[in-house]
């Protein structure tokens, strides 16, 4: 499982990333959810707070790394009232242990994260914990695996006299779902290299095809999604 993320850049540069488009397509999706959210792979909790302002169900927010954790239970901790609403759980999507099914499911930018044995043994691991009827929501972008490609920066933002930069290359791509990436993570000041950290691994981007065997082999039916999301209900 490689994760391309250097925490302490995370909610620089995602906060205006993908999360305001998240904003506006997921909550209509959620009209009607009232008791309870599991949110996979909250990381910061960018979209968790969110979750607790569009319903209010009882949210579960899991989230396997100890950093990103972190930084949930921060944003928590600013907003007391959620304290009492939101159950965070350290453990990775199989390791999955809820006392009873959840009403939805949301998995926000997640997906690439995912090998492909993992991705279909979660599946049914998910359908047994959610409600018959209940909605399971994910990102997914069309298009397969990005071909090999250069070096590029794909972001940068200035915090105070430093300027914090993602830079990313594809290193080879099977053309199929998995390609391995290498991004760097570099902090500056001027020309002078403050702090970087180099992070090589692979990242899964599934064709629908495959999705929807694998989701209907779980037992999960399609639902209607905006652009960008996929939505899918346990009869
Ligand atoms: C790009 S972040 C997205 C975080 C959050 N959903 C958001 O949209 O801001 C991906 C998150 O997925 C988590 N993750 C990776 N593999 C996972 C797994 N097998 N089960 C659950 N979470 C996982 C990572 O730890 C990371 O926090």
Redo the contacts with the bound molecule.
């Keep these: 499982?490689t994760?391309f993320?250097a925490l302490p850049f995370y909610d620089l540069l995602?906060e205006n990333a993908?999360?305001p488009e998240?904003r506006r397509t997921l909550p209509p999706l959620l009209a009607g959810v009232r008791r309870s959210v599991l949110?996979?792979?909250?990381?910061?909790g960018?979209?968790t707070t969110s979750l607790a302002d569009w319903t209010p169900a009882e949210i579960f927010a899991?989230?396997?790394?100890a950093g990103?954790r972190g930084v949930l239970l921060s944003r928590l901790t600013a907003r007391p009232e959620l304290l009492e609403r939101v159950t965070v759980l350290p453990c990775?999507?199989?390791g999955l242990d809820l006392a009873e099914p959840v009403e939805a499911m949301v998995?926000?930018?997640?997906m690439y994260?995912?090998e492909p044995d993992?991705r279909a043994r979660l599946w049914p691991v998910l359908a047994a914990h959610l409600e018959p009827g209940g909605l399971l929501v994910f990102t997914w972008r069309a298009g397969g695996p990005p071909a090999p490609g250069p070096m590029r920066e794909l972001d940068s933002r200035r915090v105070g006299r430093h300027t914090y930069a993602v830079l990313s290359e594809i290193i080879e791509s099977d053309g199929k779902e998995a390609c391995k990436a290498r991004y760097l993570y570099r902090i500056t000041e001027g020309d002078r290299v403050v702090e970087e950290e180099e992070i090589v691994g692979h990242a899964y981007r599934p064709s629908r095809e495959v999705i929807e065997k694998e989701l209907t082999g779980a037992g999960f039916t399609p639902a209607d999604a905006p652009e960008g999301l996929l939505a899918w209900r346990l009869p």
Excluded: C, K, R
């Excluded at 899991?62 to 790394?65: A, Q």
């Design positions: 499982m994760d993320i995602h993908h999360v998240i949110e996979i792979g909250a990381g910061t960018l979209i899991l989230e396997p790394s990103m990775d999507a199989l998995m926000i930018n997640v994260a995912l993992y």
